[in-house]
């Protein structure tokens, strides 16, 4: 078995958080989700699990980061072109945009933050020149 990521978001309103996801082109599970819950699909092995703030709290015993960025989660894409598109979507979702992107050599990025303020970087790297 593959190993599995589940990024843990406190949210305002899943619901809005919810259709944000899905406006970059994610689905939901409905088996994972509920009133005070969302299971986003990203992939088959990465999802987001967005959370009202109390059902979050359920998992942790400290305090809640608020209006600070306590983790930044980065998204890889295939191509440049596929950073901006799914930065663009992003930003049409209600997101809102953290920088300006960004080249380095064979890596190209850009980030966003969700409705919520959670940040997230999207990177490309063209391998071939990266690993010579």
Same mark, same amino acid.
């Given at each position: 078995m593959s190993r599995m990521i589940f990024v843990n978001l406190p949210v305002a309103d899943v619901a809005r958080s919810t259709a944000f996801y899905a406006g970059l082109g994610f689905t939901v599970n409905p088996t994972y989700?509920?009133?005070?819950? &969302?299971?986003?699909?990203? &992939?088959?092995?990465i999802f987001v699990m967005v959370m009202t703030r109390d059902r979050f709290a359920d998992?942790?015993?400290?305090?809640?980061?608020?209006? &600070?960025?306590?983790?930044?989660?980065?998204?890889?894409?295939?191509?440049? =072109? =596929?950073v901006d598109d799914l930065v663009g979507r992003a930003l049409a979702a209600g997101g809102s945009a953290l920088r300006e992107p960004m080249s380095d050599g064979p890596m190209y990025g850009h980030s966003f933050a969700d409705p919520d303020g959670h940040a997230w970087e999207v990177m490309s790297m063209d391998l071939d020149v990266a690993v010579r």
């Open positions: 989700s509920d009133q005070r819950t &969302s299971c986003i699909v990203v &992939s088959d092995t998992f942790s015993t400290r305090p809640i980061a608020d209006d &600070s960025t306590e983790v930044i989660n980065c998204l890889t894409c295939d191509s440049r =072109q =596929q």
